[in-house]
């Protein structure tokens, strides 16, 4: 049996202890949400039922759809997230890769040629003014 | 039952009820919190497969940025009660129908499958999935494939801005 404070994370069972917290944290949200419900008093009248709007009469309805400014930014958000993932492989290497005088600089270079594409792909952004919020 | 197997099907029965759960939603909110849920199932499955590459890929990109631009998608089209979809006996019949086929298709293909008969999935070892081994082969074999990533995310990059900005510019004359 692995000890659960095992560093070396190269088998499923070492990922346990992160079940175990994700099953703590649903266990207790759930634990408290429920009982905040049965124990809390109810009362539900039609005002307050109503959408809060700082006393304001609410008009029309929430569900406009939204300008595609939005969603330029979120698809740049997914490009950059991406870019993230492939950090991981190089930071777990990172350490063997450096003692290594052969494949430090070349694994480095790779890295900052692929930085440097984004790099010019964010000053493309930036200098299009894709990130400005205009009407 | 050990412990892995009682985690398989925990995973399994947590992602198919989530999976029909996406389908049932009357709120297409739920229905993307619900496919959060059947990603985070398939993220365990893939680290009971010790691909732990593949789990952390899965609920960063996956159910982090894919689905908010889910939810950007939902939010642009304009869901009211009175732009509802058509709900036709006959073409839920159908559906369900053609639905079925593929179902069935799907199952005996995999029944067929040579291949996967009689076979077990290696589960909890082997180390062709882990973020060190991926890296190493990664940096040293396939530097050319990971550069040219990166080149594809910068065209994607210039055409996002080219589709969904507007040339001031171009308003202007």
Known sequence: MHSLLNINSSTA???????????????????????????????????????????????????????????????????????????????????????????AWKTFMAVLMFVGFFVIGFVYVIKKGALKWED | MNLIQIIFWFLSSFAVISAIMVLVSKSPVHSVLWLIAVFFAISGHYILLNAQFLAIVNLIVYAGAIMVLFL???????????????????????????????????????????????????????DIGLIGTLGKVLFTDFVVPFEISSVLFLSAMVGAVVIGKKDSKLENN
């Open chain 2, 72 to 126: 950007f998608v939902i939010m642009m089209m304009n869901l009211n009660k009175d732009t509802d979809p058509q709900k036709n006996i006959w073409i839920k019949l159908a559906g369900a129908v053609s639905g079925g086929c593929l179902l069935m298709v799907l199952v005996s293909l995999v029944k067929q499958a040579t291949e996967i008969n009689g076979k077990e999935a290696m589960l909890g070892k082997g």
């Open chain 1, 13 to 103: 069972i070492n990922y346990l202890p992160i079940a175990i917290q994700l099953i703590f944290v649903i266990g207790f949200i759930g634990t408290m949400l429920a009982l905040s419900a049965i124990t809390g008093p109810k009362r539900k009248t039609k005002d307050k039922l109503e959408t809060f709007a700082s006393g304001i009469e609410h008009h029309g309805d929430a569900r406009s759809p939204m300008a595609v400014k939005y969603f330029l930014i979120a698809i740049l958000f997914v490009l950059f997230d991406v870019e993230v993932i492939f950090f991981y492989p190089y930071a777990v290497n990172f350490r063997t890769f450096a003692a290594d005088p052969t494949m």
